[in-house]
């Protein structure tokens, strides 16, 4: 296999090569560190028994996680700052991981007291607007008051001057007003609660009272930044006034349950003026330190950002290499560590070039030894695929990873699946339309890879149409479209066309199960699997294909679904009119004897020679055949710690029965599942013919402007939406259940694992 092109290696697996690295301790972080460069080692852990926590270098993991977390934090805080990271290189000298961790540890520490630093001057700045509304809405609750009682003063003198009247005040209460020192002094408290609280603070006040306080609320215009939350709150000025010290302690305790923030006022003007003056000098200042502060932050976080994503790779890249020398097992004299691990047979000069690098950079007098070992595990599964090539293996690789060099479906699917994605889409000026919108995300790639994704694109949008005659370029005759038998002629052209792709996609995967027994030398696969499935999907499905070829050339009008269902009801029939060649009954008898042939051939002999192979095997007559099976079948009666465990030949003989069922039902059922070739198909046709003639044309005919450009909306918008959308999905998930099942299943076990080498390229896909 070393000897093939490298081209080939997309249809098998690269050979892959288990190897042991015997490195010294003084230059593994360099030799890690360079084979994560390189990307094409992948480790085994050697201490898969110890916990995170026993493993070498679990101390320098916990330093690099804590090093992480000072980067998200630093993160962040410039997402709360709206700023991006915009490094300058990413090449730039290296960064001693002693020296990033004091800079990390200094920027948090920093940050964390500018924060601590700016929250308390904004809470203060925050109080003093709430202050200062306070101050001016209980401000005026006061002079409102206090201009009211004056007049009621007045109204009373002159009412006493003029003498007595019904309307005179009581003798209580004209004495109160005459002789201040025996009013009653209230107290009152002042400041600001949420707007949608305010009604429930009010009735709550009351209750808890009964109705011994009086509250005056003036609503704020705007929302005001409480400043426990720091959230944007509608809130209202409330002022209680009360009457005695229990009924106070009360009023306190509500408004800490209502969030109610208060403020101290008094009724003297003067005072209330010197009190104002001072709050709007206090925001003045406050405003000035916190913009100053807020300026240093974000000036410290620009700083930060220019170096952010490389501290962050750089930290990222540590912890990783920590990570893989944990799975390295430490020598016996603890000198030197040893890994094992898989690595493709043509990158082994590229490691060892590696590893004498590390070497030399490190001043270690001792190389590191490579040294490939012999071992029967199955090697890890690794294509090497570009950018239009990888999208058709992540294809493959959603149903299942290849086993190790077994073929490869992602070279066909290439082919295969925009072929039969067309096949289906059918309409090649919808293709045209899905083109340009593919363009038009291509665009801003690479030119070269723009060209050749455009390109296979342009394939797909094409490679299903028919072409009939050379009058037409593609297509079919134009004259069948509005005749009556349209419909019945392309169901009948596209059915058997489905049929025929069907058939034959489903004899590649049979080939393809030829190959990969011929690579693994198993000859029982060829003679009891290979061999007898080809005989039976083509004594049948083969056969109607080879009708309808036969019937297309000759322009015969037999009746092939006569012809199939008196093959198995009257074999020995005259077939009359339907007989479409000389010779055609005896082909007939042939080929049915031969399916039922087939079928106890598929059977049968694979389960007995299985076991015949098992006793000799343990008599010492032959060895290793079954263990380079592909077939899990073979691999059976091998497992077992020391080989000598019995042989289950009722489980393998069942396991062979379902098999067998298994492919003679479903050479039925897949050939008809191909028949979604032709429903997709006639699907898309009709809807494509529904909104013509139905919207656009209906509006056309309606010779009003408005009408017309309403039809064009709804005609672009259905087309748009079910024919460009919908029904493009709806062939991309049909081409997979086609390739999944109908032509994997023939040949494809994809139960390998995939080659994950420790590679640096990983790091931005890694979730912290």
């Known amino acids: 296999m070393t000897d093939l092109p490298q081209t080939m290696y997309l249809l098998r697996s690269e050979p892959m090569q288990l190897v042991q690295l015997i490195i010294p301790i003084e230059s593994a972080y360099r030799t890690i560190s360079y084979l994560g460069d390189l990307g094409l080692f992948q480790f085994k852990d050697l201490n898969s028994d110890k916990s995170l926590f026993q493993r070498t270098y679990a101390s320098q993991i916990k330093r690099c996680g804590e090093m992480a977390r000072k980067v998200r934090f630093l993160k962040e805080q410039m997402n709360k700052a709206d700023l991006s990271t915009s490094f300058r290189s990413l090449e730039s000298p290296e960064v001693d991981l002693e020296d990033l961790e004091l800079k990390l540890g200094e920027f948090e520490a920093e940050l964390i007291e500018i924060n601590a630093n700016n929250e308390k001057l904004q809470r203060n700045y925050n109080e003093l607007i709430e202050y200062k509304l306070v101050l001016q809405k209980a401000a005026e609750f006061f002079h409102s008051a206090q201009s009211i009682a004056a007049a009621k003063q007045r109204e009373i003198e002159v ?159 540590e912890k990783f290499i920590y990570h893989t020398l944990n799975m390295l097992s430490v020598d016996v004299s603890k000198k030197c560590l040893v890994a094992e691990g898989w690595c493709p047979v043509f990158a082994k000069n590229q490691v060892q070039s590696s590893l004498q690098r590390a070497t030399i950079d490190s001043n270690s007098q001792i190389g590191a030894i490579f040294q490939v070992l012999d071992t029967k595990e199955s090697p890890p599964t690794y294509f090497r695929t570009n950018k239009f090539t990888s999208a058709f293996q992540e294809i493959v690789d959603a149903y299942g990873i290849a086993k190790y060099q077994e073929a490869n479906p992602g070279v066909f699917t290439i082919v295969t699946f925009p072929f039969l994605f067309a096949v289906m889409f059918g309409d090649w000026g919808h293709g045209i339309c899905l083109l340009l919108a593919t363009s038009y995300f291509l665009i801003w790639e690479k030119k070269f890879s723009s060209q050749v994704t455009a390109t296979g694109f342009s394939d797909a949008t094409t490679a299903g149409l028919v072409k009939v005659r050379p009058t037409y370029p593609f297509g079919v005759d134009p004259k069948w479209h509005g005749t009556r038998s349209e ?131 343990h008599r010492g007559q032959t060895y290793a055949l079954v263990d380079n099976s592909d077939d899990p079948l073979e691999m059976e009666p091998n497992r077992g710690s020391h080989g000598h465990e019995e042989f289950e030949f009722s489980e393998i003989f069942v396991h062979q029965l379902i098999h067998t069922i298994e492919f003679v039902l479903g050479s039925v059922s897949n050939t008809a599942s191909y028949l979604r070739l032709w429903a997709l198909s006639l699907a898309h046709s009709e809807l494509s013919s529904v ?29 748009v939406g079910v024919l460009l959308v919908m029904e493009t999905l709806s062939a991309f998930l049909h081409a997979l259940r086609l390739h999944w099942v109908e032509f994997q299943n023939k040949f494809y076990q994809g139960d390998g694992y995939k080659f994950y080498p420790f590679s640096f390229t990983l790091l931005s896909e890694e979730d912290e």
């Not at 006040?205 to 959230?231: I, W």
């Not at 005072?271 to 240093?296: C, F, N, P, W």
């Open 159 to 317: 009412q006493s001057m003029a003498g007595g009247s019904i309307d005179s005040p009581l003798l209580l209460e004209q004495e109160m007003i005459s002789d201040p020192t025996k009013q009653v002094k209230l107290g009152y408290v002042s400041g600001l609660v949420p707007r949608d609280k305010s009604m429930p603070f009010e009735r709550i006040l009351f209750r808890t009272t009964r109705g011994n306080v009086f509250l005056k609320q003036s609503v704020v215009e705007g929302s005001v930044v409480d400043p426990a939350t720091r959230e944007k709150v509608e809130k209202n000025v409330f002022v209680v006034f009360y009457s005695g010290d229990r009924a106070k302690s009360k009023i306190m305790k509500i408004c800490d349950a209502f969030g109610a923030n208060r403020y101290p006022f008094t009724e003297d003007i003067g005072k209330q003026y010197q009190m104002m003056t001072e709050v709007s000098g206090r925001l003045s200042e406050l405003k000035i330190t916190v913009d100053v502060a807020s300026a240093h932050q974000t000036q410290l976080l620009q700083t930060i950002g220019y170096q952010l994503e490389l501290w962050n790779l750089l930290v990222k890249k």
């Open 487 to 617: 419909l019945p002629y392309l169901n009948s052209l596209k059915m058997k066309m489905s049929i025929l792709l069907g058939v034959a996609q489903m004899n590649l995967g049979i080939i393809i199960s030829y190959f990969n027994a011929k690579f693994f030398r198993n000859e029982l696969n060829i003679w009891c699997q290979f061999v007898p499935q080809i005989i039976f999907l083509n004594s049948l499905f083969g056969y109607l294909s080879l009708l309808i070829i036969v019937k297309w050339c000759t322009g015969s009008k037999a009746d092939l679904y006569h012809v199939m269902i008196y093959m198995f009801l009257s074999p020995t029939e005259d077939l009359g009119e339907n007989e479409l060649f000389s010779g055609q009954k005896l082909l007939q008898l042939v080929l049915l004897f031969s399916a039922l042939v087939a079928v106890p051939w598929m059977l049968l002999p694979k389960p007995f020679l299985l076991k015949k192979q098992h006793e000799e095997r």
């Open 691 to 719: 909104f013509y003639d139905k919207v656009l044309l209906l509006a056309y005919g309606y010779n009003n402007i408005i009408i017309l450009i309403i039809g064009v909306i709804v005609f672009v918008c259905a087309t």
